[in-house]
């Protein structure tokens, strides 16, 4: 076995996994929070991530095709794409919301989940079908920004790209401001309110409807953002990009505690460890017989293993039972 | 309104007299049956045939009637039409299987109330039981076993051993369904579904994998050459009645009628479950666990129960698919598969077994007819150039070629089909109380909400 | 209650039946029509594949048909596989019904192509695959299967031999799709590896599609000569580029999943100068393929994708096999039986890419194999990219 190996990679799979995992992180948001209003699976938020990924990278690329793409500075560059995105997927998610959840309400917790499948299915091929018939392919690809290609020697082994230090800045601005948001506001009170007790909510005057609303365009922006991010970081996006990040996003959501806004963030933190530690060192460990296909089915494990020790999650409290 | 109201009061009055019933279901099935084989091509027909197996459940008929009704419908008719249209024996197989699946799930789902999310993981399992040991598959990693197992895969007669097999599938799947369901007890609601999910996805990598260092289940290149049941009494049986018929003719039949037997065990099962304290306990975890543990309910018990006895049907129908697929590879196997039999389930009505039987039905047909049928209708038209609305269809520019838009329709149609009835096409008697319960404390709530709050809003 | 939904659901089975029932009594064959049938995934992510499999043959048909074919009027009846064996098998007994069909092009993936072609060869119906490469597909030995491109087995083994001999490559590290496709490749390159000097430092396979960094950094670790990526540009294009920027030094190089112009566009730079075997010659070496691409752009605005050429060229294969079988039967349209022993008796058929013979598997007989230098990171450039080498291999026989 190839110790000298497994050590001298060790700091880069780190830093590799925990850029994953603030990736999952972000998409993550979007699940707990619903969950936490709702208690439903949002499963569409997979399509909504991919909708900030595909105005994100029309944003840029209808720039390139202007020849704008090279006068704007970098950081603009990503506050504009980021808007785009957070602003499309926000947007969609609330009208997912109207459309497809709301006359739901209500109705046993497994009916949203179908029509959310439903959901999915549709936005799915409603994007390759715009695509198709505005650009002709659905297979996006983000223009290259030098900028963010750079890497940045951390030691003399590690090095890590400007865009993953972007992603892990954003996505901890992120989710710091939504904490304090959802913490501190007296919006976010109101979201919790509804979250505790919707009738209760209702009849001290909180706009239910509204703070649904609010939640689902809160975590359609953070998916949306995400989407953006995870385009210029990893390059190409097609309309079933969302699938697997999104299983993953729920996963982790699930292990830091569904409903929990740190709690996403330690699983979305964790998972992206668990997944990257396994692929890079499967293979080392068990000299050739196990590869790295065999992630995911270590990072699933170890979720099985932490929910028996820990069943409501790495942070999630002890809730009352719903009697 | 009114005039319409009381017409329908009097048909209904006159339909639930048996020997009137009795006479509509019977002109009914052979009617369409006679449509049916008059040209075997047709959709509309076949569906207008299915149907009759509607009718018969909802008329008020004897049940001796119905029996002979359903075995007339399915035992003769169908592989009838069969053999005239090879396509409906597939279907109707496929649905066959669908159905056991929906049913299995049904007892997790609908009637303990565990959202499974990896179920076709058990399918899988059984699937693999049987093709491992009843293809080359083992030999070729172990040719020192060729004394012990005699399965040569492939074998155009087939073998005997795919019967035994169909049961230590099914005791296979049981197993697997306790091993998964035991560490997973404590876990409830959403942590319970993304386990099983979790469960499902490593059912699959690990059959996508075991190509190495072992090779167990040949990895993405599948196995085949998978055998099938024995053929010999079936060609004797029908070479005394003067008939010639080649496997390949033989055989879509003849699993039609495996599918069609293990289905009826398999309902006839389900029904007992249900009916029974077993049924019972489970459906009162499911509506509320600590009252059903004060009442004495052995939960660790009846929840594993639920999962082996969901698991084993899936397992039992992985065996006749790998055997009627000829070859099965992990494609097969994924996460939406899952969530296609959830969707049957609660698009049927949970916990409701006609439910889970028309969701199957319908989602399969939906699928595997209706849309098809749909895009290949237009694509006809595009290539004639009909003119609809003063648009010529020629002119569809290839982007929107219809057979590429079938999941958004079934998408549509999911979305659809949860608002305007979200408890299912036929929702269990219980869920129904339910519903309406709910819908009555929603009026009333908003009754008083409007009551109380509307004077002070604005 | 219960019982008021009699009336509702006949109603609903009636509307049902009204609306479909116009266009669909087709109770027995069309005198003059011939109907080719395309099988492939046009819904979900592999549907950019399935699509040009479809796209290309359409193409075909309204260039040939015509022209070929005399006194039928020839219609494509595409049907979405959806990638998954039991709608391929289900489209499959669908599609055998129908008497006018007398020929599929299809699959993309073996795993749905397998299961499909046992409902074909029970009913005579012959196939011809423009894309599947498993050994499998034609080691059963069926009549009806054809297939007008390589095998992964043959493959691997020009690749692994111009890797080792022409390069002069000492190590390689091998990743692959985890599809039966990848894989196959993959494991034959393995296998041929070490007959041609070089040592295989890793074998892995990922279904990962976007972040590959946890995959690369033990690479980048073990510094190999050379990379080999078993797979499909989509994937292998993020991959190259991803490892690129990582600083891996090595030499790249695939199979013919790289053969898009979105490899260039996906990966840019990165893949400048990398190798990839092919079964389909590059345009400057059959002249047929440069006005293919560009008919095909005209008609569809977007470049051809790896296997459309192949799929144009498996429908021309067809559509000339229906006529030898129509001037054989007299003028009449021909049985299914008597379409495929046309399509296996096609001798030297000049097609796009290459010029056809199948020996008597269905496989092509001999297969010729190019090795391709990619030149330039400008998708237009495509067509420039530098042939290296050209083999002329006969394919294995059956192995039992």
């Known amino acids: 076995m190839e110790w000298d190996i497994l050590i001298r990679i060790f700091p880069q799979v780190l830093v590799d996994g925990v850029t994953l995992g603030f990736v999952y992180a972000l998409i993550a948001l979007g699940y707990t929070m619903v969950y936490g209003v709702l208690e439903m699976i949002n499963f569409a938020h997979s399509e909504i991530f991919v909708m900030g990924a595909f105005v994100g990278a029309e944003v840029l690329l209808i720039m390139q095709a202007s020849g704008a793409l090279g006068s704007i500075p970098a950081l603009p560059l990503l506050v504009i794409v980021l808007a785009a995105g957070m602003a499309a997927a926000g947007g969609l998610a609330v009208a997912v919301e109207r459309v497809a959840y709301r006359p739901l309400r209500g109705a046993p917790r497994l009916v949203p989940l179908i029509s959310a499948i439903g959901v999915s299915f549709f936005l799915q091929d409603a994007i390759r079908l715009t695509e198709s018939l505005w650009r002709n392919a659905f297979f996006l690809t983000y223009p290259t920004i030098a900028f963010f290609d750079e890497r940045i020697r951390l030691v003399a082994t590690v090095d890590i790209s400007v865009k993953s230090l972007t992603l892990i800045a954003v996505s901890i601005l992120m989710l710091v401001g939504l904490s304090l948001f959802v913490g501190r506001t007296k919006l976010g009170k109101a979201i919790r309110a509804v979250a505790e007790d919707q009738a209760t909510a209702g009849l001290m005057g909180i706009n239910v409807n509204g703070m649904i609303s609010l939640t689902f365009l809160i975590g359609g922006m953070m998916g949306g953002a995400a989407g953006a991010l995870f385009g210029v970081q990893y390059g190409t996006i097609n309309p079933y990009t969302g699938f697997i990040p999104g299983i993953k996003a729920f996963t982790a959501a699930v292990l830091g505690g569904i409903g929990n806004i740190p709690g996403a963030m330690l699983g979305g933190v964790v998972l992206g460890l668990l997944e990257s530690f396994a692929a890079s060192y499967m293979s080392l460990l068990s000299g050739g017989a196990f590869g790295a296909e065999y992630k995911d089915i270590f990072a699933f494990s170890m979720l099985i293993l932490i929910l028996i020790f820990r069943p409501r999650g790495l942070l999630g409290e002890v809730v009352r039972e719903k009697l | 309104m009114r ?84 396509f409906y024996m597939e279907v109707a197989t496929q649905v066959g299987i669908f159905v056991a699946l929906a049913l299995g799930l049904n007892i997790v789902v609908g009637l303990a109330g565990l959202l499974d999310l990896g179920y076709v993981a058990f399918y899988a399992v059984g699937a693999y039981t049987w093709a491992i040991f009843g293809s080359g598959q083992l030999l070729k990693s172990w040719p020192q076993l060729s004394g012990i197992f005699p399965l040569g895969g492939g074998s155009p007669t087939g073998t005997a051993w795919f019967f035994v097999f169909l049961l230590v599938a ?49 990895g993405p290149i599948g196995i085949t050459p998978i055998a099938r049941p024995p053929i010999g009494p079936i060609q004797w049986a029908l070479g005394a009645l003067g008939i010639e018929a080649t496997p390949a003719q033989i055989y879509p039949v003849y699993f ?34 600590p009252a059903a543990i004060a009442m004495g309910v052995p939960l660790v018990r009846m929840k594993l129960l639920a999962f082996a006895a969901g698991a084993s049907f899936a397992g039992a129908m992985g065996v006749l698919f790998s055997a009627k697929q000829f070859f099965i590879n992990p494609e097969s196997f994924t996460f939406l598969e899952s969530i296609g039999v959830l969707t049957m389930i609660i698009l049927g009505g949970m916990g409701s077994i006609p439910g889970a039987i028309l969701g199957a039905t319908g989602v399969t047909i939906l699928n595997l007819q209706i849309l098809k049928q749909f895009s290949l209708t237009l694509n006809d038209w595009k290539n004639a150039g009909v003119t609809i609305l003063g648009y010529n269809l020629a002119n569809l520019p290839p982007q ?30 219980r869920r129904k109380m339910e519903f309406e319960e709910a819908a009555l404390e929603k009026e009333e709530f908003a009754a008083e909400v409007v009551d109380t709050v509307e004077p002070k809003a604005e | 209650m219960k019982r008021s939904r009699i009336p509702v659901t006949l109603a609903v089975l009636a509307l049902v039946a009204a609306l479909l029932l116009p266009d669909n009594v087709p109770v027995s064959a069309q005198q003059n029509v011939i109907k080719i049938a395309t099988q492939s995934p046009l819904s979900g992510g592999q549907s950019t594949l399935g699509v040009g499999i479809k796209d290309g043959a359409q193409l075909c048909i309204d260039q040939q048909a015509a022209r070929i074919v005399t006194g039928f009027r020839v219609q494509l009846v595409p ?22 069909i007398l020929l599929v092009v299809g699959h993309l993936n073996s795993g749905v192509a397998i299961p499909s072609s046992e409902v074909y060869n029970d009913n005579n119906l012959a196939m011809i695959s423009p894309a599947n490469t498993n050994p499998l597909i034609t080691d059963r030995g069926y009549r009806v299967v054809t297939r007008v491109v390589g095998r992964d087995d043959v493959q691997g083994q020009v690749g692994a031999e111009f890797a080792g001999k022409d390069l002069k490559v000492k190590s390689v590290y091998i990743v692959h799709d985890k599809t039966a496709y990848g894989q196959g490749v993959a494991e034959f390159f393995r296998d041929n590896a070490p007959k041609n000097g070089i040592q295989v430092l ?49 030499l790249f190089m695939g199979p013919d999943g790289m053969d898009s112009t979105d490899l260039p566009k996906i990966a840019g730079q990165a893949i400048v100068g990398m190798h990839y075997t092919t079964v389909a010659g590059p345009p400057a070496f059959y002249p047929g393929a440069a006005k293919f691409i560009a008919d095909f752009k005209a008609k569809y605005k977007r470049d051809p994708e790896p296997f459309s050429a192949q799929a144009y060229d498996s429908c021309w294969i067809g559509l000339t096999a229906l006529a030898n079988a129509i001037k054989a039967a007299g ?21 796009l890419t290459a010029t056809y013979s199948f020996d008597a598997k269905g496989d092509p007989d001999p297969a010729v194999y190019f090795v391709i230098q990619i030149v330039s990171s400008d998708p237009a450039k495509w067509g420039q990219n530098k042939l290296i080498k050209t083999l002329r291999i006969k394919p294995p026989a059956a192995k039992k």
């Open chain 2, 400 to 429: 929107l070629e219809p057979a590429k838009y079938e999941r958004m329709v079934f998408g549509v149609i999911l979305v659809l089909m949860m608002i305007f009835r979200p408890q299912g096409i036929i929702p269990s008697r």
């Open chain 2, 3 to 86: 005039n319409s109201s009381a017409a329908i009061l009097t048909i209904r009055a006159v339909l639930r007299r048996p020997p009137v019933a009795m006479v509509l279901a019977s002109v009914y099935i052979l009617g369409t049956g006679a449509l049916v084989a008059g040209t075997p091509r047709s959709l509309p027909f076949f569906l207008l045939f299915i149907g009759s197996l509607l009718l018969l459940y909802y008329l008020q008929l004897p049940a001796w009637f119905k029996a002979v009704g359903m075995g007339v419908t399915l035992a003769l008719l169908m592989p009838f039409f069969g053999t005239r249209n090879g």
């Open chain 2, 256 to 289: 039609y009628f495996i599918v069609l037997l293990v289905v009826g065990i398999v309902i006839t099962v389900t029904n007992r479950f249900k009916n029974s304290h077993i049924g019972r306990a489970w459906e009162a975890i499911r509506e509320d666990e």
């Open chain 3, 202 to 250: 890793g074998f892995e396979g990922t279904e990962e599609k976007a972040n590959f960094d946890p995959i690369l950094t033990p690479i980048g670790a073990r510094n190999p000569g050379m990379i080999y990526f078993g797979g499909i540009y989509d994937q292998a294009g993020v991959f190259f580029k991803q490892a690129r920027a990582k600083g891996i030094k090595a």
């Open chain 3, 331 to 351: 003028g009449k349209k021909p049985t299914r039986l008597q379409v495929t022993n046309a399509v296996r008796n096609i001798k030297g058929f000049k097609g």
């Open chain 2, 170 to 218: 099914v005791a296979v799947a049981a197993i697997t369904g306790l091993l998964l369901g035991l560490p997973v007890l404590r876990l409830r609601g959403d942590y319970l579904a993304i386990v099983t999910l979790g469960f499902g996805e490593m059912i699959r990598v690990l059959a996508n994998n075991l190509d190495h260092p072992l090779n167990f289940t040949n």
């Open chain 3, 79 to 100: 049907f979405d596989d959806q990638a998954k064996p039991d709608v391929g098998v289900a489209n499959a007994k669908n599609l055998v019904t129908d008497p006018d």
